[in-house]
């Protein structure tokens, strides 16, 4: 197998810097965008395993990328406890039953895995079985802040208002939502894991719109709670757990000492102040402007080379885009970029120290 | 003359912490929404002197603000270039001729400020007089940046692909398009001081989106050219100019070594730490996260109360939010705030010292 994601997330040596990039598997693609069609809707495609399968695999058959993740959507969870997602077409998730009330949040459950999300681990079970060990296969989730964003706001929203009304006016009610939520996710990810996930991400795309204060209380909190809680088994079996999150570079160190095995950093931090912030106590994942791929194929590889330089010499760097890549963006340039990060890391003394 | 808000930004001892509060004179407020309908659109009063000045006074009648800020918009500049500006009714700025080849950056030449804004200067000495010395009166600009993606982008933008497509891939034309900008903003503020403004601030908006490296190629250095540039006077006659932007709490240091006399910042920062980053460099405005202002009075007053503790002792603070207020706003949380701001800060160390 391909371990070098495995390895960098380990910190140890690998024979060049791994690379994978969010929304890999995305409308970018057009064989995404033909299974996506056949499916009917996004939400077919994600509750059905064989074309979540489908559609995972795709951008691997296409580039030497180091790792899969499960094609699936973050929303899964709250969808299951009962909020009744549905996508309005150019409009976004939107939930049908949002938590607004003492009431709402009194009714929410941590729901059966097998039961309510059993799509899922069904998805995650076959990927793994058709990768055949190429290359691992991460499972994801949304972060309890995140998933709380779209259930109290209904879907997605300019300035969140309404749950930082709650933080501000009703913080037990928000932190009894969190912590059910938490439940959730600390399930959900010990049943991915347990299908067959070899590194679990945590999305948490909201927490940048937070004060440092309300971050730490209403974000930071439960990726701890997460990183301490989610078993994953210990030594080189140890499942790595990856924190995630768009606007968190100002909280890298303290990311870092949750005990999670990773952080990854949107573009608007330099990888080696993170590095400095994260004491080395964890790998770093990271952080390409998705705007670069709309370039030529040499910005890119200047830019990849500019990112490979930010982190510096020694292992611990998984390579990245600081978010999703876009729809706009044409499939030959990822090409490009994951060529770029191999090439130009294998040249380096952190691609060194032989794997 | 209240000069409490001068007296910040010059970092001398205050008897109690100036406020103001980015788009006082806005649509929260009854009485601006009668004069926006009497006006017939955005522009018209914005372009209406006798109507800008209104507007401008509007929240002085109801708040003991302690200071005044020109009603106008950061995208006069760019109409007076020759882009057409115009306001696609819930659709925000659009430009008839945004600017995205090197001919359109060949065409751009500093508008004459008399005869292209002349309405902007007969607003500010209009409402310097009709203030009649109760409070200081503040000139803005966009930044360089902040304009340019609106000039490129030909609007407003989710993701800034077009600049940053320029800023990757043709970056001489983005700095021929940004220097002929930071000519007519320098142009654009000396002639507001001339007019009339006691202080001048540059809203840097989008810097916020970009990588540390684009940010300061793209952004800092043309703050930095102003704050170098623009003429202010010497000594406690200096008008002092106030660099905001959103998400450049990271670079406060950077923006405090520019020689501008106060940065203002987000919520996303602790202003101890911007404290501690400016090096007591410069004075600091900021920061309540505006959702603040949706809350109860007993909670705007403890977020209050935190702002002014994060700040600290010792002169040096302007209070503000962290962005502009939002239309949904009880008028009634506003006089809360303002109360709370004068109440308590005149109870500490920092209000003491005397004036």
Not at 70 to 95: K, N, Q, Y
Not at 204 to 212: A, E, F, R
Not at 309 to 325: A, C, E, K, Q, R
Request: charge should be negative; hydrophobic fraction near 45%; include cysteine.
């Amino acid at each position: 197998m391909n371990d070098r994601y495995l390895r960098a997330l380990r910190r140890e040596p690998v024979d060049c810097t791994p690379v994978w990039i969010m929304r890999q598997a995305g409308r970018y693609l057009p064989e995404y965008r033909a299974t996506r069609a056949r499916a009917g809707s996004f939400l077919a495609l994600a509750k059905t395993p064989e074309l979540a399968c489908e559609v995972t695999l795709q951008p691997l058959a296409r580039f030497p990328l180091d790792a899969a993740i499960l094609f699936s959507d973050i929303l899964t969870v709250p969808d299951a406890m009962g909020l009744g997602l549905h996508f309005a077409e150019g409009e976004g998730p939107r939930f049908a039953r949002p938590v607004r009330s003492a009431a709402d949040v009194a009714r929410l459950r941590v729901p059966d895995m097998h039961e309510d999300l059993g799509y899922v681990l069904d998805a995650v079970a076959l990927i793994r079985r058709e990768l055949d060990g190429r290359v691992p296969l991460i499972g994801f989730s949304g972060s309890p802040w995140t998933l709380a964003c779209y259930m109290v706001e209904g879907g997605g929203s300019a300035d969140f208002a309404r749950i930082k009304q709650m933080a501000y006016e009703a913080p037990d009610l928000l932190h009894r939502l969190l912590e059910v939520t938490t439940d959730a996710v600390i399930a959900y990810l010990a049943a991915q894991r347990e299908a067959g996930a070899q590194a679990l991400q945590v999305f948490d795309t909201w927490g940048g719109v937070l004060s440092p204060a309300l971050y730490r209380e209403f974000s930071l909190r439960y990726l701890a709670r997460i990183a301490a809680e989610l078993p994953r088994g210990e030594g080189a079996a140890r499942t790595p757990l990856i924190l995630f999150g768009k606007g968190n570079g100002r909280f890298v160190g303290e990311l870092a000492a949750t005990g999670a095995e990773a952080v990854g950093v949107d573009w608007t931090i330099d990888l080696a102040d993170a590095r400095r912030a994260s004491g080395g106590r964890v790998a770093l994942q990271g952080n390409l402007d998705p705007a670069v791929l709309a370039a030529s194929p040499a910005t890119i590889e200047a830019e990849v080379g500019k990112v490979l330089d930010s982190y510096g010499d020694g292992p611990g760097h998984v390579f990245n885009l600081g978010h999703g890549i876009t729809p706009d963006i044409p499939p030959e340039h990822v090409a490009v970029l994951v060529d770029a990060v191999h090439r130009l890391s294998a040249g380096r003394a952190s691609g060194a120290g032989g794997a």
